[in-house]
């Protein structure tokens, strides 16, 4: 499956795991001719990226349990 995407879509896309190839370029009603791409798929990552591991800092709770029985959060969430 291919989405046919704008060259505005394509860049806001292009720093990610996607895989973008370019169509050409096509005419459209009111806008005249503009290059466009097809979004072919995301590529497989084995590994995170900074934003993946940077929410999954946050989001991590401790197992460790503090000396009144409450669970402790670590990261950024625990600092609010």
């Known amino acids: 499956m291919q989405i046919h995407i704008s060259q505005t879509t394509k860049d806001h896309l292009e720093h990610e795991p996607y895989i973008i190839e370019e169509r050409g370029k096509i005419f459209v009603k009111g806008k005249g001719y503009m290059k466009t791409y ?9 590994f995170k990226t900074p934003a993946e591991m940077r ?3 946050e989001q991590k709770v401790s197992d460790d349990k503090s000396s009144n ?8 969430a625990a600092a609010l």
């Open 38 to 46: 097809w979004l072919k798929g995301k590529r497989d990552l084995s």
């Open 69 to 76: 029985g409450t669970r402790q959060q670590t990261g950024r």
């Open 55 to 57: 929410y999954s800092s």
